[in-house]
């Protein structure tokens, strides 16, 4: 699958439409993100089940201050509209690989009622 750029209009609703997406925070002239675009469109091709979106900061800074985006690039994983996985710093393809595989095997509805007992106390 291709990767796919979010806007503010398009972030929301792809989160909510889709059950397993993964965003790549980056900047035009960060050198870092540049350097990591590579590995993550490769990486989207092995992976139909997952939309690997991308939001360019500068163009789109609400969003990037929504999530509180510090550093570049970030890497946000989305499941069920839960966020799972969040961490600044680009990722060889291995690991990529092996957090989205780990991601994969999450059983959400175990997550979902952890969530809830923690803000039932």
Avoid: N
């Amino acid at each position: 699958m291709a990767v796919i750029e979010l806007e503010t209009a398009s972030f929301e609703q792809t989160i909510q439409d889709q059950d397993f997406v993964i965003v790549d925070f980056w900047a035009p002239w960060c050198g870092p993100c540049r350097s990591f675009a590579p590995i993550y469109e490769k990486v989207s091709h092995d992976f139909d089940d997952i939309v690997f979106a991308k939001v360019d900061t500068e163009a789109h800074q609400e969003i990037a201050a929504h999530f509180q985006i510090r550093s570049i690039p970030t890497l946000m994983i989305f499941r069920e509209q839960i966020i799972i996985f969040s961490q600044a710093g680009a990722l060889p393809e291995g690991a990529l690989r092996e957090l989205l595989a780990k991601a994969s095997e999450l059983d959400m509805a175990d997550v979902k009622q952890k969530i809830a007992a923690q803000a039932a106390s």
